[in-house]
T-cell receptor
């Protein structure tokens, strides 16, 4: 079946550090891949997405590349800010439109000033 | 409105009472999802609608939970005989199901507290 595995948190970094949050998936064919973010006290919102192999999604300085060969969609940012502190969720939308969207368990990120 | 609307935003109820949570998706979105998020936890899938039908009800925790969607729009999640472990934030999300690239748009959730 379809599944998403992301690194467990919490992740604590200093401001301006490099960030990687790992996400790998299991799915048939070519699913669409997403990263969602939940800032403290707010609802979930889409951060970025990629719909086919080698696509790179980017937003707010974050990037993730759809790697079919390693079934991964790792989230990266070159220099994090305190305002990036949030919970990040990796998600997969299967090719079969009747299959549900799958979320990872979320990774809590703390950025220290 | 432009986004997914959930009501009430907060609900406090006594153990054993029934509650009904409402979700108004974005107009034209045919897919609608319900999730549950407990304090500090990830998203727990409950049920998914495609139009008015629910292809996947596998996430409903027990037969006390039910959901319906009418007219391909508004959905209600009903919890009967609430228990303290039902306390959580209940999230609704909708998307354009016609495209596999369509993201989910989330509402702000209903925070349910069972006392």
């Amino acid at each position: 079946g379809n599944s998403v595995t992301q690194m467990e948190g919490p992740v604590t970094l200093s401001e301006e550090a490099f960030l990687t949050i790992n996400c790998t998936y299991t799915a048939t064919g070519y699913p669409s891949l997403f990263w969602y973010v939940q800032y403290p006290g707010e609802g979930l919102q889409l951060l970025l997405k990629a719909t086919k192999a080698d696509d790179k999604g980017s937003n707010k300085g974050f990037e993730a590349t759809y790697r079919k060969e390693t079934t991964s969609f790792h989230l990266e940012k070159g220099s994090v800010q305190v305002s990036d502190s949030a919970v990040y969720f990796c998600a997969l939308r299967p090719m079969n439109r009747d299959d549900k969207i799958i979320f990872g368990k979320g990774t809590r990120l703390h950025i220290l000033p | 409105g432009a986004g997914v609307s959930q009501s009430p935003s907060n609900k406090v109820t006594e153990k054993g009472k029934d509650v009904e949570l409402r979700c108004d998706p974005i107009s034209g979105h045919t897919a609608l999802y319900w999730y549950r998020q407990s304090l500090g936890q990830g998203l727990e899938f409950l049920i998914y609608f495609q139009g008015n039908s629910a292809p996947d009800k596998s996430g409903l925790p027990s037969d006390r939970f039910s959901a319906e969607r009418t007219g391909g729009s508004v959905s209600t999640l009903t919890i009967q005989r609430t228990q303290q472990e039902d306390s959580a934030v209940y999230l609704c999300a909708s998307s354009l199901a016609l495209s596999e690239a369509s993201p989910l748009h989330f509402g702000n959730g209903t925070r349910l507290t069972v006392t």
